[in-house]
């Protein structure tokens, strides 16, 4: 039998998903209340990083050892991949060790190339195009907040990144209007906007995005790999800064997202964190329980093996 994948919301089932965050908030009380619950003892997940991490790092890590099983970090400058060896060796060879393999890189297609050539899962920790690992401890913590976010309107604000991309995914997937407010020449994805149909409305102007939102999400405006575009992008995108009144345009129980780090003063105004409408603090603790639910799903079970 071939590993199931993770690269997307989209390798899933609405169904599916659903259930996946329901067992996160499950798993999130059990931690809560100090219960030890190991199904993946003996299970190793092997974690590849092309590009730095905190988060997905730690909660990744974390949340492999909480399950009982272990993980590995490694950095291509450690590894033979950082030495040119093709990646479906890699992945052959890796998914003869692990029992799952977790990836953060650049391009989209290593994560392709590499799950097509390997026996184990392979769980997307960010790509160039996507961050569905994310948009699962999103989607969890509105839910936890807000309820289902069937039928309500998300509005996202800056640039059309990977994380745009995957939350014009999730609209598809959970059954969300999305504004999406972005410069010109910095929209999402097409093949992702095709797929989303009317689901997706692209404006210029963030105040007509956020106006009756339910969620209201942004991200920094230059991502790994854009350094050199920094002071182009900050000119470009002052316009586009989520701030208390740009918020207060929004439904009056507006949650506010930020998948972190953010940059205080660019993206978002100084103190917009501590806004009580700002949730992402519980967004990023719920990256922990989320992806806990979904190695819980990927990875057999050890006891399978008895």
């Known amino acids: ?4 994948h993770f690269l997307s919301l989209m390798d899933c089932t609405p169904q599916e998903l659903s259930g996946l965050l329901r067992r996160a908030s499950e798993l999130k009380d059990l931690r809560k209340r100090g219960v030890l619950f190991e199904p993946l003892k003996n ?7 092309e590009k730095a991490s905190t988060r997905t790092r730690l909660s990744f890590e974390a949340g492999m050892i909480q399950l009982g099983g ?3 970090f490694l950095s291509p400058k450690d590894t033979q991949l950082g030495r040119g060896e093709p990646v479906g060796d890699s992945a052959i060879v890796m998914s003869r060790m692990l029992d799952a393999i977790m990836i953060r890189t650049f391009a989209h297609s290593t994560l392709t190339t590499f799950a097509a050539h390997s026996q184990v899962p392979v769980i997307n920790g960010l790509s160039d195009d996507l961050h569905p690992c994310q948009l699962l401890a999103d989607m969890q913590t509105f839910i936890e907040h807000r309820g289902s976010i069937a039928g309500k309107t998300v509005a996202w604000v800056g640039d059309g990144n990977n994380m745009c991309n995957s939350y014009v995914e999730a609209a598809i997937q959970f059954d969300f209007q999305l504004n999406v407010a972005t410069p010109e020449g910095f929209e999402p994805k097409a093949r992702f906007l095709e797929k989303a149909g009317d689901r997706v409305r ?12 339910h969620l209201v999400s942004t991200d920094v405006w230059c991502s790994m790999g854009q350094e050199d575009q920094v002071a182009q992008r900050r000119a470009l995108f002052a316009p586009y800064q989520v701030n208390q009144a740009l918020l207060d345009l929004a439904a009056d129980d507006v949650l506010f997202m ?3 780090p953010a940059h205080r003063g660019e993206e978002i105004s100084a103190d917009l964190l501590e806004d009580p409408r700002s949730v992402a603090w519980d967004q990023a603790e719920n990256r922990l329980h989320a992806q806990k639910a979904l190695l819980e799903m990927l990875v057999e079970p050890a006891y399978h093996h008895a």
């Open 1 to 4: 039998m071939s590993a199931r």
């Open 43 to 49: 299970r190793v997940l092997g974690m590849i990083f």
């Open 70 to 72: 272990q993980a590995i």
């Open 202 to 213: 692209l404006m210029r102007d963030p105040r007509e995005a956020v106006a009756g939102a």
């Open 258 to 260: 930020h998948c972190l």
